[in-house]
């Protein structure tokens, strides 16, 4: 276990956390005024890899060698040079600091954006340490400056990460549809049924890797939900009338993959981040990586009952009538999730995934974005 302190004074900022994997979805915007809900578990803390605010750079003015160097290989919009490294954690796990709105209010709307820098100072010796974001279409969070605290032992032995058998055993899957909560708008607050905002980051990142796993050659996804998710995504993005290579769900306790099985949607150890990986042959396969929940539910997706229930319906049973809400419109990767594993892939400097990066913008997409 970890507690983070003040870099000036030493003083306690966090309650004892112990380190899990970055979510996917860490850096999503999603929606117009929708409110979503805190990032991470309590007690648990992610270091972000990349730099997450400016100053930024745009791209013409950078030199590839430099890009390379920070692990993109592919054009992106703007880099940003704030350093890298932050530790992002639940706000309700801070400890010993105060809001500084009235100069760090950013661009925000309905909360706290961070865009102004740090908006959260220590108690203590009231040096700016945190920002916290709040702020409607953001991912509740509170991100530690790494230049401004220190991560030191203490509270604690943290729990031994369980292997893949405990996590399939106690693992829950991670629905695809929720209702999004809103503010604003002309009827005030609300909210609407759509898919899950998680699904659409887990298949941004997904595929982007599923792009590179074809190497130029059209993907079919097994039917159901996955090709609900992807097929749309891969038939518009990759060329057609060449053989086609087959990805396959893959994982602890499901079948070995057999020949022919050229890719396999596999999961992520969430504490670990480490991709599952199969023994023997297959495991020169290309790994496509999901989040746990989202893997579960694929491999074992809840059917609603054939027929109605009656007497008192337990908690895990959905109704079947009135019928369950469904979204209204096709699944849409997320984006920025999509562009920006993309462009962190090696395989991106082929000249056919560049040119996906290079001419993101087009209307052609805008169905499966």
């Known amino acids: ?32 005024g929708a409110q979503l809900p805190v990032l991470m578990e309590s007690g648990t803390f992610a270091v972000d890899p990349d730099p997450w605010r400016g100053p930024w750079r745009r791209w013409g003015g950078i030199d590839p060698v430099e890009a390379e160097a920070r692990g993109i290989y592919a054009p992106v919009r703007s880099l940003s040079d704030d350093p890298p490294g932050e530790s992002v954690v639940a706000p309700g796990d801070i400890r010993g600091t105060r809001l500084i709105p009235e100069e760090r209010v950013g661009s925000s709307c309905c909360g706290l954006d961070g865009a102004d820098g740090p908006n959260m100072a220590c108690l203590a010796c009231d040096l700016p340490v945190a920002t916290r974001l709040d702020d409607c279409s953001l991912w509740q969070a509170v991100r530690l400056d790494p230049d401004a605290v220190r991560r030191t ?12 058998a405990e996590l399939v055993e106690e693992g829950e899957g991670m629905p695809p549809f929720e209702p999004i909560a809103t503010w604003g708008g002309p009827l005030g607050t609300g909210h609407y049924w759509s898919w899950s905002p998680r699904w659409e980051a887990a298949a941004g990142r997904a595929l982007a890797h599923l792009l590179v ?29 060449l053989p086609e290579r087959r990805a396959v769900l893959a994982g602890p306790g499901r079948p070995f993959p057999g020949e022919g099985d050229d890719i ?61 809400l469904l979204p209204n419109r096709p699944f849409w990767a997320d984006r920025e999730v999509f562009r920006h594993t993309l462009a962190r892939l090696p395989a991106a400097r082929a000249p056919w995934l560049r040119a996906i990066l290079e001419n993101f913008g087009q209307d052609a997409w805008a169905h499966i974005f």
């Open 213 to 241: 796993a074809s190497r130029g050659r059209p993907v079919r996804v097994p039917g159901g939900l996955a090709a609900d998710v992807f097929q749309r995504g891969l038939d518009a993005l990759l060329p057609t009338g």
């Open 1 to 32: 276990m970890f507690v983070f302190v003040c870099a000036g004074c030493g003083a306690e900022l966090t309650v004892p956390l112990f380190q899990v994997s970055l979510p996917v979805h860490a850096r999503q915007v999603y929606g117009n």
């Open 153 to 164: 032992p203490g509270g604690g032995v943290p729990p031994t990460p369980l292997s893949w």
């Open 264 to 324: 396999l949607l596999v999961p992520v150890h969430p504490r670990t981040g480490r991709t599952w990986s199969p023994p023997g042959p297959a495991a020169s396969a290309y790994p496509v990586p999901l989040p746990l929940g989202v893997w579960l539910w694929l491999a074992s997706p809840r059917p609603y009952p054939p027929v109605p229930a009656s007497g008192r319906i337990p908690r895990d049973v959905l109704r079947d009538d009135p019928p369950p």
